[in-house]
């Protein structure tokens, strides 16, 4: 079994080694809560550390610099207060989350490019941002990797680099690099106090840095069935002499869910405000991303003996119906128009 902390709801999986012990730890924690940390990832504190303070400066910038960067609808830009609508438990909401993000998007994953313009500032950055896409890009193949060996995927089928090779770093994809700010708000209307509405995400995995004392992420458990509350978790003292940043806390999208058939959880999450942060009236911000295989990538159901064959549900049940795989494309385009309204 993963280790767990005493006073946290995640799973922990360390990846510094990839082994089978590793691969059916995380395999475990994917297929039953969704969501786990993971540490040996190699980012530096400092690392993260300067990604916040660069992130915290862009959104500082003023307003009408932002929105000369507008997200269009290859999900590139900014996205200003009450833009995105995440609210899938009320879809007849008509007020956006009460958050702003910029996304970098068009990535070219081998060398961490964004291939589109980006805001002076975030230019002046752009070694860091570079650098930070393709470590990130790292972690995600030795994820993918240790998703396949736990799902013991035949290697006449693709073994271990059944997923990687399903991600190459060159093709376009809907990978995308994220700053988020959710700002302390001046009043506290119940609106307010939802940051982020529930729902799930759309791609293959997430990866997210979360700052200590800026809470209010929170997960409705497949396991416990109510919303459990994500806090901010410190690197161990062993990792933390070795300059290593926190634990990411990882989770599954609705691609990888559908791609598997179900077995892995794709878990209801929210942003909240909450009592403890709005005593301090501390601005929330985290650092994440959103990793999809190649557009053109079909997804069929994954050859694992351990996924459903029932095809009720998922790429399966896609297949069945319609006699062909959806490509990550178009299941992306699917989300995209739903949360910005825009058309399909």
């Known amino acids: 079994m993963p280790t767990k902390s005493t006073d946290h709801p995640l799973e922990i999986v360390d990846i510094s080694e990839i082994n089978q012990d590793a691969a059916d730890k995380l395999l475990h924690a994917a297929a039953s809560q969704g969501f786990l940390l993971l540490e040996g990832h190699g980012f530096s504190a400092d690392h993260v550390k300067t990604l916040f303070d660069v992130s915290q400066k862009y959104f500082e910038t003023p307003l009408e610099e932002k929105t000369k960067y507008?997200?269009?609808?290859?999900?590139?830009?900014?996205t200003g207060i009450?833009?995105?609508?995440?609210?899938?438990?009320?879809?007849n909401r008509k007020v956006g989350d009460p958050k702003e993000g910029y996304n970098f998007c068009k990535l070219d994953l081998e060398s961490g490019t964004p291939n589109h313009e980006i805001p002076e500032y975030l230019k002046e950055n752009s070694d860091l941002i570079k650098k930070t896409i393709v470590h990130y890009t790292e972690v995600i193949d030795h994820v993918l990797t240790l998703l396949a060996m736990g799902l013991k995927i035949e290697e006449e089928k693709g073994g271990a680099k059944y997923f990687v090779d399903r991600h190459p770093k060159t093709s376009s994809s809907g990978s995308t690099f994220r700053f988020l700010h959710y700002p302390s708000p001046v009043s506290l209307n119940p609106q307010e106090l939802i940051r982020a509405g529930a729902h799930t995400d759309y791609g293959g995995i997430t990866l997210l840095f979360q700052k200590e004392g800026e809470g209010g992420l929170?997960?409705?458990s497949p396991v416990s069935?109510?919303?459990?509350?994500?806090?901010f978790v410190a690197a161990s003292p062993e990792l933390a002499a070795k300059g290593e940043a926190p634990p990411l806390v990882v989770n599954i999208g609705d691609l990888l869910s559908y791609w598997t058939n179900g077995l892995l959880k794709s878990t209801i999450h929210r942003v909240k405000f909450p009592a403890d942060v709005q005593k301090?009236?501390?601005?929330?911000?985290?650092?994440?991303?959103?990793?999809h295989p190649a557009d053109e990538t079909e997804l069929s159901p994954v050859?694992?003996?351990?996924?459903?064959?029932?095809?009720?549900?998922?790429?399966?049940?896609?297949?069945?119906?319609?006699?062909?795989?959806?490509?990550?494309?178009?299941?992306?385009?699917?989300?995209?128009a739903s949360s910005y309204g825009w058309g399909y």
């Open 218 to 220: 929170e997960i409705f």
């Open 70 to 78: 507008p997200i269009d609808e290859s999900n590139a830009g900014y």
């Open 280 to 291: 301090t009236g501390r601005s929330r911000y985290s650092i994440v991303f959103f990793s």
């Open 225 to 231: 069935k109510n919303w459990q509350p994500i806090p």
């Open 303 to 336: 050859p694992s003996e351990l996924i459903p064959s029932d095809n009720s549900r998922g790429a399966g049940a896609y297949f069945a119906e319609h006699g062909k795989s959806q490509t990550a494309r178009e299941h992306l385009a699917k989300r995209l």
């Open 82 to 91: 009450g833009v995105e609508n995440l609210h899938e438990d009320d879809p």
